[in-house]
């Protein structure tokens, strides 16, 4: 069973940077797809970014496009989300989500994901 746990969050000005990390019970995951989702107070929840198992297949959402990046360390089985030029409006909690796949699959439906962490606060203010 492979269980996901976030780190990293925290508060941070406008314009800043956060990384958000996601430490992998396994020893590899290159035979999941892993991804970030967010899910503001009052608001749905929302894919950010995701990687494919092979790790040559990224997707993210309109909204950080350029801003931030998902990235994967199999050395250390850690998943990360580089976060530059935060905005007000990106503060939620952030999930790291992984799902058993091959090659190049990905996606940003959070249904298509079975397992999640327990979720890193992110705040973005002055």
């Known amino acids: 069973q492979l269980h996901l746990v976030e780190s990293g969050g925290g508060l941070v000005q406008p314009g800043g940077s956060l990384r958000l990390s996601c430490a992998a019970s396994q020893r590899t995951l290159d035979s999941y797809a892993v991804g970030w989702f967010r899910q503001a107070p009052g608001k749905d929840r929302e894919g950010v970014a995701c990687l494919s198992p092979s790790g040559t297949v990224t997707n993210s959402a309109d909204s950080v496009k350029g801003r931030f990046a998902i990235s994967r360390d199999d050395t250390k089985n850690t998943v990360y989300l580089q976060m530059d030029s935060l905005k007000p409006e990106d503060t939620a909690t952030y999930y790291c989500?992984?799902?058993?796949?091959?090659?190049?699959?990905?996606?940003?439906?959070?249904?298509?994901?079975?397992?999640w962490g327990q979720g890193t606060r992110v705040t973005v203010s002055s």
């Open positions: 989500v992984a799902e058993a796949a091959e090659g190049s699959w990905y996606s940003l439906y959070a249904q298509e994901f079975s397992v």
